[in-house]
């Protein structure tokens, strides 16, 4: 997986992409932990069921999730990128530098072991928000609509990646 540098808003011959690629600029699909070996969905779901034992429900289970997912994205980025829970401020932001917005979703069901769970990025770009959701077109989008295949109930994180000399 490389950085692809003409990645753009215009661009929309990236249908294999996601929204993790998107944001961080990737050529494909992107999924926290894969660039080191770490995409596991049977891990997720394990986790999500210690989690829920534990007594984590609801907002709670996708913080939880969240925070295990920042975890494969330092990982997998190291140094280009730094994590807040604070929106970044514009003018503080180097020039090449772009903001991601980030958050998880996850439910377990009253009844059975089963759990719905996704993760979703958007990114800062040319003066405004953007997404792109699965194999869809890349499209504008604002920091208040988190819906999804599922609805993102985490809190928001963000991202700063920065993007000068990416190769």
Same mark, same amino acid.
């Given at each position: 997986?490389?950085?692809?540098?003409?990645?753009?808003?215009?661009?929309?011959?990236?249908?294999?992409?996601?929204?993790?690629?998107?944001?961080?600029?990737?050529?494909?699909?992107?999924?926290?932990?894969?660039?080191?070996? +770490?995409?596991? &969905?049977?891990?997720? @779901?394990?986790?999500? *069921?210690?989690?829920? #034992?534990?007594?984590?429900?609801? %907002? !709670?289970?996708?913080?939880?999730?969240?925070?295990?997912?920042?975890?494969?994205?330092?990982? +997998?980025?190291? &140094?280009?990128?730094? @994590?807040?829970?604070? *929106?970044?401020?514009? #003018?503080?932001?180097?020039?090449? %530098? !772009?903001?991601?917005?980030?958050?998880?979703?996850?439910?377990?069901?009253?009844?059975?072991?089963?759990?719905?769970?996704?993760?979703?990025?958007?990114?800062?770009?040319?003066?405004?928000?953007?997404?792109?959701?699965?194999? !869809?077109?890349?499209?504008?989008?604002?920091?208040?609509?988190?819906?999804?295949?599922?609805?993102?109930?985490?809190?928001?994180?963000?991202?700063?990646?920065?993007?000068?000399?990416?190769?």
């Amino acid at each position: 997986m490389k950085y692809n540098k003409g990645f753009s808003f215009w661009n929309e011959d990236h249908k294999e992409c996601n929204c993790g690629s998107y944001a961080f600029n990737l050529d494909e699909w992107y999924h926290p932990g894969c660039l080191h070996g +770490d995409d596991d &969905d049977d891990y997720i @779901i394990d986790n999500l *069921e210690y989690w829920s #034992e534990e007594g984590y429900m609801g %907002d !709670e289970l996708a913080d939880k999730l969240a925070d295990f997912y920042l975890g494969l994205i330092k990982n +997998d980025f190291g &140094d280009r990128i730094v @994590i807040s829970i604070y *929106e970044p401020i514009q #003018e503080y932001l180097k020039e090449n %530098d !772009e903001v991601i917005a980030f958050r998880a979703g996850a439910y377990d069901y009253e009844f059975g072991d089963e759990f719905d769970y996704d993760f979703h990025f958007k990114v800062y770009r040319h003066g405004n928000w953007f997404e792109k959701r699965g194999c !869809e077109s890349i499209r504008p989008t604002s920091l208040d609509d988190w819906t999804g295949s599922i609805y993102y109930n985490s809190q928001t994180f963000y991202i700063i990646h920065h993007c000068e000399n990416l190769t």
